[in-house]
């Protein structure tokens, strides 16, 4: 993608095991979004971090923003099959458009 | 309802018919959104409205491409004279903010086929 890619593009890991994805934009940013997609329940926000916070919890989930380096990365932990799915981060300056990464398609095994 | 709606679930178009792709939003979101994926790609920003008013319409790949939320609440994304590489799935969100992005809510998109 011009705006940014993620990597790795497919991750295949084991359950129990983490997951670790990373995403780059090119612009300045407000903030930066992951989502996750499935084929069951479509496009679902999972967590936002402002462009001013460097880490960033939830659950499993660990984020973290490097805003010098253009760059975020996701961390899931203790992964379940369930979260077999597409992820993407989603960033935005201003008000209305965000733009979506390429996506990173993790399958984890039972 | 609890959730974005959209209608049709899917559709399938022969080329240079006209469609129409409506949005229901969550009742009371400012903010409302249509993106275009095809498929194994990210999301495509096309158009975003502030109420009745479409402030970003710069995704929007040609003329043929037309979105309208006439009284700020449902919305609909009319594509004339469609062709092959219209083929995608179109996705609409809301937002309850009006000024920062933030939190999105999607609908389960609308499948475009046309042949």
């Known amino acids: 993608s011009q705006q940014g890619e993620e990597d790795p593009q497919a991750l295949s890991i084991q359950e129990g095991e983490n997951a670790t994805m990373n995403c780059s934009y090119k612009t300045s940013i407000n903030n930066l979004q992951w989502y996750r997609q499935n084929s069951g329940r479509g496009l679902v926000h999972l967590i936002l971090i402002r462009s001013n916070e460097r880490e960033k919890h939830s659950g499993r989930l660990r984020v973290t923003l490097d805003t010098s380096k253009k760059s975020s990365s996701l961390l899931i932990t203790a992964s379940r099959a369930a979260d077999t799915a597409s992820y993407f981060c989603v960033w935005g300056k201003d008000a209305g458009k965000s733009t979506f990464g390429d996506g990173t398609t993790l399958t984890v095994k039972p | ?40 790609q990210g999301p495509e920003f096309l158009t975003y409205f502030q109420n009745e008013a479409q402030l970003d319409k710069s995704g929007l790949p040609s003329d043929r491409f037309f979105a309208e939320r006439p009284e700020g609440s449902v919305s609909t994304l009319k594509i004339q004279r469609t062709q092959q590489e219209d083929s995608a799935v179109y996705l609409c969100a809301s937002s309850l903010a009006a000024v920062m992005n933030t939190e999105a809510f999607f609908g389960q998109g609308t499948r475009l086929t046309v042949v």
Do not use: N
């Open chain 2, 1 to 40: 309802g609890a959730g974005v709606s959209q209608s049709p679930r899917y559709k399938v178009a022969k080329r240079g018919q006209d469609v129409a792709l409506r949005c229901d939003p969550i009742s009371g979101h400012v903010s409302l959104f249509w993106y275009q994926q095809a498929l194994g």
